[in-house]
């Protein structure tokens, strides 16, 4: 016998605070409020951790000194998203995500690629960030990152 199984949908709303930590914050508000892009050195195996952590994620000791790193960067890998997710992506398709290397900076980090024809990307391509006019405290406060064109 074969019972078709009730479905409710709905939505959940689910308010929350999320407190950022101590490192978190420092490296939110060097970019929102002085335009300047920081990682942490761990004192052990010397790497400069981007973004900023508190704890090296290769020998799990504590970062000692923050770095300033870019604001330019190379590409390592990337993906172009052609469809659209309004709610979440915060640019229209296409777009592209790309692993960024920061000059200064032994770590990638994931962000967007912009002001660019999405097909002409390509690992080892040169970028840097261009900065939202009126940051929030959060990764959005570097708007994209674009293709250096000079220099
Ligand atoms: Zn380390």
């Given at each position: 016998m074969s019972e078709e199984i009730i479905v409710?949908?709905?939505a959940l709303s689910i308010p929350y605070a999320w407190?950022?930590?101590?490192?978190?914050?420092r490296f939110?508000?060097?970019i929102a409020e002085h335009r300047k892009l920081f990682g942490t050195r761990c004192p052990r195996c010397q790497r400069v951790l981007f973004p900023a952590r508190k704890a090296c994620s290769r020998c799990f000791t504590e970062t000692t000194d923050w770095v300033e790193v870019g604001p330019r960067g190379t590409v390592t890998s990337f993906t172009v998203v052609h469809y659209a997710?309004?709610?979440?992506q915060p640019l229209p398709p296409p777009l592209a995500y790309a692993?960024?290397?920061?000059?200064?900076?032994d770590t990638a980090f994931i962000h967007l690629v912009s002001e660019v024809n999405v097909a002409e990307i390509k690992t080892g391509m040169r970028v840097e960030a261009v900065f939202a006019e009126s940051p929030q405290g959060n990764i959005l406060d570097v708007k994209f990152f674009k293709p250096i064109t000079q220099g």
């Open positions: 409710h949908r709905t407190a950022a930590g101590r490192h978190a914050t939110y508000r060097e997710e309004p709610q979440i692993l960024i290397q920061l000059d200064g900076a």
